[in-house]
């Protein structure tokens, strides 16, 4: 499947954004997400993810309670809004996607098959 992340950009400390990730050539339904997340000098680390059925989701300790993970099917499409943003959550967002069926989520990148291109968040202090 393809991915195209979007809605990246410039925001202050408290303020939000809504990421979306549009899938394409296969059935989105039959994936599982996720979203990660890779700031300089670090490594991609996993912010949260979807079951194909939107019945289970995952979050790193860092995010749960301000981002809430989201997926609408019937437009191929996974969302992540987050909130009361802070400067370290300042990284290139990516999402991914794994053919499954079964109701459950990864948190590891190695777990995933597919990639977006990443967008940007920059959260200014």
């Known amino acids: 499947v393809q991915l195209q992340a979007s809605g990246g950009g410039l925001v202050q400390a408290g303020g939000s954004l809504r990421l979306s990730c549009a899938a394409s050539?296969?059935?989105?339904?039959?994936?599982?997400e996720g979203w990660f997340r890779q700031a300089p000098g670090k490594e991609r680390e996993f912010v949260a993810a979807?079951?194909?059925?939107?019945?289970?989701?995952s979050y790193a300790d860092s995010v749960k309670g301000r981002f809430t993970i989201s997926r609408d099917n019937a437009k191929d499409t996974v969302y992540l809004e987050m909130n009361s943003l802070k400067p370290e959550d300042t990284a290139v967002y990516y999402c991914?996607?794994?053919?499954?069926?079964?109701?459950?989520?990864?948190?590891?990148?190695?777990?995933?098959?597919?990639w977006g291109q990443g967008t940007q968040v920059t959260v200014s202090s």
């Open positions: 050539g296969r059935t989105f339904s039959s994936y599982a």
């Open positions: 991914a996607a794994k053919r499954t069926r079964l109701t459950i989520t990864g948190r590891s990148a190695n777990w995933y098959e597919d």
């Open positions: 979807i079951s194909w059925s939107g019945g289970s989701t």
